[in-house]
């Protein structure tokens, strides 16, 4: 059975069970902090389990994607560990419970996979005799098939806490030749004999986060079983890899590494290659980029582990990248996000695998080092700053250092390792607080947590309302007073309050007996706005009605960014490809910061066309119109939308700009793009891998800058007395011009540096028989010094110069030996770093040819005088020794 019908017959089944079967969440949790990735089929339901939130019905049944790492060292070594996988799922929230959710999958696994009876056993967790007799008398299983396990087995649940309880499940026996071969071998045994297909879990119970469980308010069920797994065991095989889920991918990488069969740690190699291209891609898919923190982190690690294992079985460059587009053709139809944003992905992966591969070998070098000195010093322990400088500067994660010393029976110092990363993240850290909206936690706003406020701040800039709530100092306050700080809460208010880039709004606050001017709004952490700012005159009570106004010139500005932004996004989609995504934003009054998606630099042409295109949509005057839809509609519109996940389904609110751009957004906006006046883009940059930042300014800052430049072409014009439209030629002038000096310059200098070396030939000395000439010139860089050398060279075919010359208060010595005196034993490397310490400073060369610096120039006669003394030195250890003394 294909495993594309497992997933199939899978959700029909749990369909004619009465199941609504929804598709595939995020891999990114959505309103969950306490979670990394989602790594279970329940995970994205947890508020449905709790009763928080209503589910759109009380039985659901889903295919997941999941991600989980624990086991990532385990991958390639068994045929049963995986870090991304598929998990088939059935739920009950409140609904079924115990009975049917054990007769269903029964029911499953025996009259629609057709399991032999005699290959399967359950587990039940030892205290709970309900699930035990249900097996033992309604399904009929033979005891000795039943096995009880204990908390770490049989009792499931997420790490961070959530939803859980006890859990019973469904293996697959592969047969003794697969197992350990202990006559006592049963389920809950490590080998790799029984398979474990199918968790059902009975969620009771909530883990709190003081660690504490309590009763949930109503019975659940959740189900797990994994794709992979069930596809093993229906195509009669004993590992993923031979799966149809995982061949294709791996004749792929075969193919690409010459055709050759390969085992032993090969074999793994190929293996980890395969099963991390899978999660590498879905990552990415979902909206994760490569970083040092977080997801990011784990998708990096993940590449970059296969990236060296690839190497290790001779796969170089974007191999990785390579296998998307098979990827999506096996499971596009069933997760269009890998067919849609193929080339997003491919994209991503392809620029982190080559900025890895330039510091892959250079660290594995590094690493190879470490090690050799362990060795030596009869070590097994990397110190942990080393593994820190790995990671900081080559990009090594812990993990592959720890992988790679693992191979040579060696470990990290992982303390020490993660004492210095928590350092430099704290670093990161503070450095971003400072920055950040209110830095405060949620607890400071523990008083508003009930509060609503009613935004009505899209029509309207000015709004009655009534004080709710004062905060001093994060303290309650039933009245504030001229002077002092203030957070004020409002029942309504017209305040944007910082979100989706947008900057928040300024204005008054205004009530009888007093005036407070509010500098900013923003959210609390739970979702409240705040109105930041000071008590004018007079005072502020809790009560008081207000009259709330934005400070509107302001807030036109800022519209006119947003728009410009959606202007600007649809412009880069169309004009550099629809790969173009938004990654971040800014918008400011009159100015915006456009983070997005793409692999190069803008050419200047790309950036004219850009900075064009949204002028030409910002004079067609289109009218701006903001609709309140469903998001499946606003799709089928075109709407813009990347990551949906993270919007309320029924009701997103579409920005359209006439038909030219349609995007999802809470922002405010102009009514017509005329409105914006100008759009001028400032800058271009890359801000990381795959992103790129452009800045840019709209209404008045927008004319402003045009106005500066033309201003500095004028003064430029003035200055060289020309017309602006000759400016470039003039520039092109006077660089030839400033060209013909400079050569004529330095024929000078040549010409002058000859007669300079005609007067110096007179004061040679001959030392032992031995030329010496030592003088201190004129001279400007190290370069004129070797030229006058050389010059001293063409006239005396046997001799040992050092000149010295002092530019900018720096001294600079250069000396030569020709060649018969370096057969004597002379070295001008040796005579140039004795003289550079007189001067105080240093330098090399070769015994031929050899330079220095130095910071005193008042010690350069002294240093220069050493020079003959030196030579006498050289010439006695010479002939002592007896011969050459070149290295
Ligand atoms: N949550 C359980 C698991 O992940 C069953 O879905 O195994």
Same mark, same amino acid.
């Given at each position: 059975?294909?495993?594309?019908?497992?997933?199939?017959?899978?959700?029909?089944?749990?369909?004619?069970?009465?199941?609504?079967?929804?598709?595939?969440?995020?891999?990114?949790?959505?309103?969950?902090?306490?979670?990394?990735?989602?790594?279970?089929?329940?995970?994205?339901?947890?508020?449905?389990?709790?009763?928080?939130?209503?589910?759109?019905?009380?039985?659901?049944?889903?295919?997941?994607?999941?991600?989980?790492?624990?086991?990532?060292?385990?991958?390639?070594?068994?045929? =049963?560990?995986?870090?991304?996988?598929?998990?088939?799922?059935?739920?009950?929230? @409140?609904?079924?419970?115990?009975?049917?959710?054990?007769?269903?999958?029964?029911?499953?696994?025996?009259?629609?996979?057709?399991?032999?009876?005699?290959?399967?056993?359950?587990?039940?967790?030892?205290?709970? $005799?309900?699930?035990?007799?249900?097996?033992?008398?309604?399904?009929?299983?033979?005891?000795?098939?039943?096995?009880?396990?204990?908390?770490?087995?049989?009792?499931?649940?997420?790490?961070?806490?959530?939803?859980?309880?006890?859990?019973?499940?469904?293996?697959?026996?592969?047969?003794?030749?697969?197992?350990?071969?202990?006559?006592?071998?049963?389920?809950?045994?490590?080998?790799?004999?029984?398979?474990?297909?199918?968790?059902?879990?009975?969620?009771?119970?909530?883990?709190?986060?003081?660690?504490?469980?309590?009763?949930?308010?109503?019975?659940?069920?959740?189900?797990?079983?994994?794709?992979?797994?069930?596809?093993?065991?229906?195509?009669?095989?004993?590992?993923?890899?031979?799966?149809?889920?995982?061949?294709?991918?791996?004749?792929?990488?075969?193919?690409?590494? @010459?055709?050759?069969?390969?085992?032993?740690?090969?074999?793994?190699?190929?293996?980890?290659?395969?099963?991390?291209?899978?999660?590498?891609?879905? *990552?990415?898919?979902?909206?994760?980029?490569?970083?040092?923190?977080?997801?990011?982190?784990?998708?990096?690690?993940?590449?970059?582990?296969?990236?060296?294992?690839?190497?290790?079985?001779?796969?170089?460059?974007?191999?990785?990248?390579?296998?998307?587009?098979?990827?999506?053709?096996?499971?596009?139809?069933?997760?269009?996000?890998?067919?849609?944003?193929?080339?997003?992905?491919?994209?991503?992966?392809?620029?982190?695998?080559?900025?890895?591969?330039?510091?892959?070998?250079?660290?594995? $070098?590094?690493? $190879?080092?470490?090690?050799?000195?362990?060795?030596?010093?009869?070590?097994?322990?990397?110190?942990?700053?080393?593994?820190?400088?790995?990671?900081?500067?080559?990009?090594?994660?812990?993990?592959?250092?720890?992988?790679?010393?693992?191979?040579?029976?060696?470990?990290?110092?992982?303390?020490?390792?993660?004492?210095?990363?928590?350092?430099?993240?704290?670093?990161?850290?503070?450095?971003?607080?400072?920055?950040?909206?209110?830095?405060?936690?949620?607890?400071?706003?523990?008083?508003?947590?009930?509060?609503?406020?009613?935004?009505?701040?899209?029509?309207?800039?000015?709004?009655?309302?009534?004080?709710?709530?004062?905060?001093?100092?994060?303290?309650? =306050?039933?009245?504030?007073?001229?002077?002092?700080?203030?957070?004020?809460?409002?029942?309504?208010?017209?305040?944007?309050?910082?979100?989706?880039?947008?900057?928040?709004?300024?204005?008054?606050?205004?009530?009888?007996?007093?005036?407070?001017?509010?500098?900013?709004?923003?959210?609390?952490?739970?979702?409240?706005?705040?109105?930041?700012?000071?008590?004018?005159?007079?005072?502020?009570?809790?009560?008081?009605?207000?009259?709330?106004?934005?400070?509107?010139?302001?807030?036109?500005?800022?519209? =006119?960014?947003?728009?410009?932004?959606? *202007?600007?996004?649809?412009?880069?989609?169309?004009?550099?490809?629809?790969?173009?995504?938004?990654?971040?934003?800014?918008?400011?009054?009159?100015?915006?910061?456009?983070?997005?998606?793409?692999?190069?630099?803008?050419?200047?042409?790309?950036?004219?066309?850009?900075?064009?295109?949204?002028?030409?949509?910002?004079?067609?005057?289109?009218?701006?119109?903001?609709?309140?839809?469903?998001?499946?509609?606003?799709?089928?519109?075109?709407?813009?939308?990347?990551?949906?996940?993270?919007?309320?389904?029924?009701?997103?609110?579409?920005?359209?700009?006439?038909?030219?751009?349609?995007?999802?957004?809470?922002?405010?906006?102009?009514?017509?793009?005329?409105?914006?006046?100008?759009?001028?883009?400032?800058?271009?940059?890359?801000?990381?891998?795959?992103?790129?930042?452009?800045?840019?300014?709209?209404?008045?800052?927008?004319?402003?800058?045009?106005?500066?430049?033309?201003?500095?072409?004028?003064?430029?014009?003035?200055?060289?007395?020309?017309?602006?439209?000759?400016?470039?030629?003039?520039?092109?002038?006077?660089?030839?011009?400033?060209?013909?000096?400079?050569?004529?310059?330095?024929?000078?200098?040549?010409?002058?540096?000859?007669?300079?070396?005609?007067?110096?030939?007179?004061?040679?000395?001959?030392?032992?028989?031995?030329?010496?000439?030592?003088?201190?010139?004129?001279?400007?860089?190290?370069?004129?010094?070797?030229?006058?050398?050389?010059?001293?060279?063409?006239?005396?075919?046997?001799?040992?110069?050092?000149?010295?010359?002092?530019?900018?208060?720096?001294?600079?010595?250069?000396?030569?030996?020709?060649?018969?005196?370096?057969?004597?034993?002379?070295?001008?490397?040796?005579?140039?770093?004795?003289?550079?310490?007189?001067?105080?400073?240093?330098?090399?060369?070769?015994?031929?040819?050899?330079?220095?610096?130095?910071?005193?120039?008042?010690?350069?006669?002294?240093?220069?005088?050493?020079?003959?003394?030196?030579?006498?030195?050289?010439?006695?250890?010479?002939?002592?020794?007896?011969?050459?003394?070149?290295?």
């Amino acid at each position: 059975m294909k495993s594309s019908e497992i997933r199939s017959i899978f959700l029909d089944f749990f369909t004619g069970k009465g199941h609504l079967v929804m598709p595939s969440f995020s891999l990114i949790p959505q309103n969950d902090p306490t979670l990394l990735l989602i790594g279970a089929g329940m995970a994205p339901l947890k508020p449905y389990f709790s009763g928080e939130r209503k589910p759109p019905h009380t039985r659901i049944a889903t295919c997941q994607k999941c991600v989980r790492t624990p086991d990532i060292d385990r991958v390639g070594h068994t045929g =049963r560990h995986a870090t991304f996988f598929e998990m088939l799922g059935n739920f009950s929230f @409140g609904d079924y419970f115990k009975e049917e959710a054990i007769e269903w999958a029964w029911e499953f696994v025996r009259e629609i996979l057709r399991l032999p009876a005699e290959r399967l056993w359950v587990s039940v967790f030892e205290e709970d $005799d309900e699930s035990y007799n249900i097996w033992r008398e309604r399904i009929g299983l033979p005891a000795e098939r039943i096995v009880r396990l204990g908390r770490e087995d049989n009792f499931w649940e997420i790490g961070t806490g959530g939803p859980c309880g006890p859990c019973s499940e469904i293996y697959y026996d592969l047969g003794a030749e697969e197992g350990c071969g202990r006559a006592n071998c049963i389920p809950g045994c490590d080998c790799d004999r029984y398979l474990e297909i199918w968790n059902l879990v009975f969620t009771q119970f909530n883990r709190e986060p003081s660690g504490e469980l309590t009763l949930l308010k109503q019975k659940n069920i959740d189900t797990g079983a994994g794709l992979e797994r069930l596809a093993t065991v229906m195509q009669g095989v004993t590992s993923f890899y031979e799966t149809d889920l995982f061949k294709p991918l791996m004749a792929y990488f075969v193919d690409l590494a @010459g055709g050759a069969e390969l085992d032993g740690s090969g074999k793994v190699s190929l293996r980890i290659v395969t099963e991390h291209s899978r999660g590498i891609a879905f *990552l990415v898919g979902d909206g994760v980029l490569p970083s040092n923190e977080g997801r990011g982190y784990v998708l990096r690690r993940l590449i970059r582990r296969a990236a060296r294992h690839g190497r290790l079985i001779g796969l170089e460059g974007s191999f990785l990248a390579g296998v998307v587009p098979l990827l999506a053709e096996l499971m596009g139809s069933v997760y269009p996000e890998l067919r849609e944003r193929r080339d997003f992905i491919m994209q991503v992966i392809a620029t982190e695998e080559e900025r890895f591969q330039e510091t892959l070998a250079m660290g594995i $070098d590094i690493l $190879d080092d470490y090690i050799q000195e362990l060795k030596q010093k009869g070590e097994k322990c990397l110190p942990g700053e080393l593994a820190f400088k790995l990671y900081d500067t080559y990009g090594f994660p812990l993990d592959l250092t720890a992988e790679i010393l693992k191979e040579h029976g060696m470990t990290v110092d992982r303390h020490t390792f993660n004492r210095h990363l928590s350092e430099q993240q704290r670093r990161a850290r503070e450095a971003r607080a400072a920055s950040e909206s209110g830095g405060k936690t949620d607890s400071a706003y523990a008083a508003a947590r009930d509060l609503e406020t009613v935004f009505t701040g899209y029509d309207r800039l000015e709004e009655e309302a009534e004080i709710s709530l004062i905060l001093v100092n994060g303290d309650a =306050r039933e009245r504030a007073s001229a002077g002092e700080s203030v957070e004020i809460f409002l029942n309504r208010t017209p305040f944007y309050a910082e979100a989706g880039g947008q900057i928040g709004d300024s204005g008054v606050i205004e009530a009888k007996g007093g005036r407070a001017v509010i500098a900013r709004a923003f959210f609390t952490p739970s979702g409240q706005i705040v109105h930041e700012g000071k008590v004018q005159s007079g005072h502020l009570s809790t009560g008081d009605r207000v009259a709330a106004r934005v400070e509107s010139v302001r807030r036109r500005g800022v519209c =006119r960014s947003h728009t410009a932004t959606h *202007l600007l996004h649809r412009a880069l989609k169309d004009i550099l490809g629809e790969h173009v995504n938004q990654a971040g934003s800014l918008v400011a009054p009159d100015r915006l910061r456009f983070d997005f998606t793409h692999f190069k630099a803008l050419s200047p042409e790309e950036k004219r066309q850009v900075e064009k295109t949204v002028n030409k949509v910002i004079l067609e005057n289109l009218p701006v119109t903001a609709e309140q839809m469903t998001l499946s509609e606003a799709r089928r519109r075109g709407a813009v939308a990347l990551f949906t996940e993270k919007y309320d389904q029924d009701a997103v609110r579409v920005i359209s700009a006439g038909d030219y751009s349609k995007e999802l957004c809470g922002g405010t906006h102009v009514k017509a793009t005329g409105e914006i006046g100008l759009f001028r883009l400032i800058s271009e940059e890359g801000i990381g891998s795959g992103l790129r930042r452009i800045e840019a300014l709209t209404g008045m800052e927008a004319y402003r800058q045009a106005a500066a430049d033309a201003s500095l072409l004028q003064e430029l014009a003035l200055k060289w007395k020309v017309a602006p439209e000759q400016l470039l030629l003039k520039a092109e002038e006077l660089l030839e011009a400033n060209r013909e000096l400079e050569r004529l310059n330095r024929q000078l200098k040549e010409r002058l540096h000859g007669y300079t070396v005609k007067s110096l030939l007179s004061g040679v000395e001959v030392v032992e028989g031995v030329n010496v000439l030592c003088s201190a010139v004129n001279a400007e860089s190290f370069e004129e010094l070797r030229g006058m050398t050389d010059l001293i060279k063409n006239s005396l075919p046997s001799v040992v110069a050092v000149l010295g010359a002092v530019h900018e208060g720096k001294v600079m010595l250069v000396g030569t030996v020709t060649d018969d005196l370096v057969k004597r034993g002379l070295q001008a490397n040796k005579i140039i770093a004795a003289a550079a310490r007189r001067v105080g400073g240093g330098g090399g060369g070769r015994p031929g040819m050899a330079q220095a610096g130095g910071k005193d120039p008042a010690a350069l006669p002294q240093a220069l005088r050493l020079v003959k003394d030196l030579v006498r030195e050289q010439l006695a250890a010479g002939s002592e020794a007896g011969g050459p003394q070149e290295k």
